[in-house]
C-alpha cells in the first residue's frame, strides 16, 4: 500500500485537487468583500438572487457566494471558515459527501452550500441527528443567513402545522431525519393542498449522514393509526347477513330463475360461479329496517354496504376448510392450486376481517399502518443530496450503490498527532475489565482526562460500580438527555475528568481540552439563582429586546470570557498529561463507531490518544473472530492477566468487522429491496392523490375506469369457453349494482354476447354520467369526483399496506426452496397491487354510478393517526438472499417513540419492549 500511496494519489485527494482553483478564488475575492459595509454584504443576496434568475448557473456565483458567507461569518459568529472548511463546502455542493474529522467544525462547513442553494428559492433542508442539535444550530448558524438576508426555519416534533409550514417555506430549514421523513408521509396524508407542510425535496445537506443512512437504514419509519371503521363494523355486519336467507345458484340451476320471485323469497344471492354475493331486494330493505336507515345506496352509508358485502361473501362463498382454515385462531388461506397454507397472506378489502368475524376469532388491524417508508427511499427523493460525517470511508461502497453519492476525505485543518495505539486482548471480561480500570487510574493520576466508551448501558455500568469502589469520580452518559448530555461531554476534556459513555451519548458536541467555557458559565449562572429558562435565553443565540434577558446575555459573556481565561491554563495541563486518552472496552460491529470514538480525541491538531481494550469473550470475537482468535487464545494459556497486543491481532479484529459490516450491506440491502417493491406502488398512489389535492379535472380518468370495471364485471359470468348458461338475471343484477342502470338490450338476446354486453354498459354508463353532471351541477360533481377519489384510494391503500407488510412477514415462513423471497414478494405484491387498482376503479364507478344526491360535499379523513415512530431493530423481517442466519452482535436495541395512543394494536409495537409486534409477542 505505502508504496502505492506515494506514487498514486488517492481519488480523494486528486478531487480536493480539482476543487482548489476554486478555494483560490475564494481567497482572492476575500480583500475586497471584506471591504464592504454590512448593508453591502447583505445586499449581495440580492444580486446574486438577480444574477440566477437572468441565466446564471449556482456553480458561476459559488465562488463569490461562498466569499460573501465566510466574511459574515466572520463579521456576525467571528468564524473565519478554513480553506479546508471551504473545500468541504464545495464538495456537499457537489452533492457528495464530505468526510470530515471531529471538531473540524462540520456545522460552520454546512452554511456555505446552504446559503448558496438557497439563493434559487427552493429551499434547502439541514438534517441533523436530534432536536437539540437541529435548534441549536438553527439558531446559531441562522444568525448569518438572517444577516444576509436568508430566512431560516426550524422543524421538531410537536410543532403545529401551521409553525411547519413557516418553516417549511424558510429558505433554509433545520430539523432531523425523523421529523423530515414523517412530514413528507403526513403531507401525503392530507385530505386538502393547505394541510400539507413540505414544499418539495430540493436539496438536503445530511449531518452525520452515516449515522442516519447506514445506522438507521434498516428500521423505517411508520405512521400507524385506526381506521375509521373499526372491527365493530365487521361484527355487526356479521351479525345482521348471519340471519338472511340465501340464494346459491350453482352453474346448473340456471334456467329456474325468477328475480321478482327471488327478490320476495330470498335476501340474497350467491353465485358461486362469478363468486359474487349481493342483496336483494328484500334484503336492502331488511339492511334499512336493521340499521335505521332512509336509503341505503347513500354515499354516506358506502362503509356499512362495504363491510355488508364483504360479510355476504364471507358466508355465501367462502369456505372453511376448502378457501381457508382456522388454526390457532387465525384464519389461514388456503392455495386453492397446491392447497399450501398461504401463511401472511390475508384477503384484502376487508374480506378476511370478514370471515374473522363468520369464524368468531379476534378480528385482526384494529391498528394499521398508515404509511411507512425508509430512510434510504425518502432521501433518495432529493433532487440533490449530500452530507457530511467524521467517518465515512468504510462504507464508501454503500454510499455510492445505494445513493450514487461519492465520499471524498477532506484534510484536517491541523496534522493529526493523536497516538492510535494496537488492541490489547485478554482472555476474559474481568481480566479486560481490571485492565481498563488501571489504565484508567494511570491516566487519572496524572491529570489526563479520560473517555471511556462503551457499546452498551450495561458495560458502562459495570465499569462505573468499579470505579466506585476505588474511589474515581466520573460521569456516566447513556444517550437519553441529549442536551445534559451534550453538555456533560463538552466537559470530558477537563483536568483529570474521567467520563464513560456510550457510543450514541454526545455525539455531535465537541470535547475540548481544558474544558467548556460555556458549560462553566452556566453552572456559575445557576448559582447566582437565575432560572434554568433565562440561562437559556442568555445562551440562545436569538435575537431579543427583552432588558432581563440582555442584561443576563451579558453576564453569561462576561463569565465565559473569564472562564475562557482560567481554562487556558487548564488546557497547557492537560497537553502536558497527554491530552485526551480515548479507551475503547469493546470493538463495535463496525469499524466506523470505532473511529468514530477515536475521532473524538486529537481534534483540530490537539494532542491524544486512543486504545482498545478486547476480551476474547466479547460478542464480536465470539462469533467472527475464527481461527487467529483462537490460536491467540491457546497462547495467552493460563494467566488471564496476561494481555498480548500485537499487530496481528488488529488486523484480525479489523477483518471479523469487515465481515460484519458485509453482511449488515446486505441486510440494509433486502430491507431496500423490500421497500423498492412498496416505493413504486407508494409513488404511483402518492402521485394520484397529489393530483386530487392539486384540484385536478377527474372526469376524463374516471369515464376510462368504466370499461375495465365493466369488462371485469360482465366477463366473471362467461366462462373462459363459450357459455350459453349464463345467468342472466344475476348479471343483470350485478350490472344494476355495479352501474346502476338496467334495460340492457344485448341481455334480450337468445344468444348472448360478451362483447355487446360490455359495450352497452360502458355506453349507457358514460351517458348516465353526463346525466348526472347535468342533474348536479358541474362544479359539484367535480368535487364530489375528488371526495370520493379520496375516500376509495385512501381506504383501499390502507388495507394494501397492510397486506404488504404481512405478505413480507409471510413470505419468509413459507418454504420457497431457491426462490428468492424478495422476487416472490415482488410479483405477489404486485398482483395485490394490480388487485387494489382494479377495486379502487370498481368502488369509484359504483358509488358515483350510483349517487342520489351531492349530499354534503366533505371529505374526511379516512383514518386516525395514533403513532407515529421508528420501527424497532427486530420487528423487520429480514430475509437475506442466502438464508443466513444474521447474529445481532449489537445489543442496542431502539424502542419506539410513540407520540400518543394509549391502546396497544396488534401491529403495534409490544409494551413489553421485544421489539416484535404486539400480535406475534404478547398478544398472541
Ligand atoms: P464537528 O461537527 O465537525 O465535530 P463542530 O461543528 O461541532 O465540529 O465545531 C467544532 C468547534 O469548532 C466549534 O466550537 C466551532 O465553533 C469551532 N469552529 C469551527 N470552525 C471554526 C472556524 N473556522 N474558526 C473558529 N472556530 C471554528
Redesign the pocket.
Known sequence: MGIFNKIFKSYSEREVQRVMPLVEKINSLEEEISKLSDIELSNKTKEFKDRLQNGETLDDILTEAFAVMREASKRVLG????DV?LIGGIILHQGRIAE?K???????VATLPAYLNALSGNGVHVVTVNDYLATRDSEWMGKVYKFLGLTVGLVISGMKPEEKQKAYSADITYGTNNEFGFDYLRDNMVIYKNQAVQRGLNFAIVDEIDSILIDEARTPLIISGKAAASSEMYTKADDFVKKLTPKIIVEEDVKDIDQAEDNEKYDYIVDLKAKSASLTAKGIDKAEKTFNLENLDDLDNSDLVHHINQALRAHGIMKKDIDYIVKGGEVLIVDEFTGRIMYGRRYNNGLHQAIEAKERVRIADESKTLATITFQNYFRMYSKLSGMTGTAMTEEAEFQEIYKLDVITIPTNKPMIREDSNDVIYKNEKAKFNAIVEEIKKSHEKGQPVLVGTISIENSEKISSILKKEGIPHQVLNAKFHEREAAIIAQAGKYGAVTISTNMAGR?T?IILGGNSEYLARQEMKKKAYSDELIEQANAYNETDDQEVLEARNIFRDLEKKFDEEIKEEKEKVIKAGGLKIIGTERHESRRIDNQLRGRSGRQGDVGESKFFIGLDDNLMKIFGGDVITNIYDKIGADEDMPIEAKMLSSAVENAQKRVEGRNFSIRKNVLQYDDVMNTQREIIYGQRRDVLDGKNLKESILKMIEPVATEVVSSFFGTEENENINKESLAQEIKNNFGISDIEALKEEKLNQVDIINEVVEKSKQKYEEKEQELGEQEIRELERVVMLKVVDQKWMDHIDAMDDLKEGIGLRAYGQKDPVAQYRIEGFDMFDAMVAEIQKDVVKILLNIQKAGELKREQTAKITSVAQATLDSINVVTENKEQVPQTSDVKRTPVVNQGPKVGRNDPCPCGSGKKYKNCCGK
Not at 79 to 82: G, K, S
Not at 103 to 108: A, C, D, N, P
Open positions: 468564524m473565519r471558515h478554513f472548511q470530515m471531529t471538531g473540524e467544525g462540520k456545522t460552520l455531535g465537541d
